[in-house]
């Protein structure tokens, strides 16, 4: 059963650093997320992204985020300069159409 | 705006005997709702659905769902309980007029014992 998976599982960075979370969703999916979960507290949304472009986005994915899908494939979310308030489980997700989103197992950003 | 609250932080439950995990929904629309499923270390995975067809739901590894629309509910529940249970349950609703956007409830840890 194909599955979404996502790179590194723990990326360990210095506050100010870029980073860059890496997602290859299941090749038939057409919707595409981002959410985090900072220890503790809920999951949230971050951003959908619909044909090659962002189709929604929450207060969290100020200037400081971006998405693309460069390739077909992967999907990333970039972090420009890394707070301390960013550390937190990002989950990638997609999905056929709107609604039933199938997850990653996400990458546990600690930032120092 | 929508949003998802569920009742109960922890539920401790002994193998064999019933699991009830309760949430209540807000929604302005008419939503579709989901529960998922944490185990440790692992992603998110979903357990059912409801989309405005059968109030009943069932889903994976015995588990069904019923949303009550006078009472804004969608609880989830299972006849008898497995140790391989024990995780972290999420309801969850969306927006049919957003763009698939996932909105969360708190959680729900299950403990089950032998």
């Known amino acids: 059963e194909p599955e979404v998976t996502q790179t590194p599982s723990h990326q360990v960075t210095q506050m100010g650093q870029e980073v860059i979370l890496r997602c290859v969703p299941i090749?038939?999916?057409?919707?595409f997320y981002w959410y985090r979960q900072i220890l503790g507290q809920k999951v949230e949304f971050l951003v959908s992204?619909?044909?090659?472009?962002?189709?929604?986005k929450s207060e969290i994915f100020d200037d400081q985020f971006s998405v693309e899908r460069p390739d077909g494939s992967n999907f990333t979310l970039k972090i420009r300069s890394t707070k301390l308030e960013d550390s937190a489980m990002y989950f990638c997700?997609?999905?056929?159409?709107?609604?039933?989103?199938?997850f990653g197992p996400g990458t546990r950003l600690t930032v120092t | 705006a929508q949003s998802v609250t569920q009742l109960d932080s922890h539920v401790s439950v002994s193998e064999g005997t019933p699991v009830l995990l309760r949430c209540n929904y807000s929604s302005s629309y008419s939503p579709s709702l989901f529960w998922y499923v944490q185990h440790p270390n692992k992603g998110l995975q979903l357990l059912l659905k409801y989309t405005s067809a059968a109030t009943l739901v069932k889903g994976i590894n015995g588990f069904e769902a019923e949303f009550k629309k006078s009472e804004t509910s969608f609880h989830l529940t299972k006849p008898s309980a497995h140790m391989s249970d024990a995780a972290e349950y999420f309801c969850?609703?969306?927006?049919?007029?957003?763009?698939?956007?996932?909105?969360f409830g708190a959680g729900t840890q299950v403990v089950v014992t032998p």
């Open positions: 992204f619909y044909n090659n472009e962002i189709s929604e």
């Open positions: 997700a997609g999905a056929v159409m709107r609604g039933e989103q199938y």
């Open positions: 090749s038939n999916h057409l919707y």
């Open positions: 969850v609703v969306s927006d049919p007029g957003s763009w698939g956007k996932l909105q």
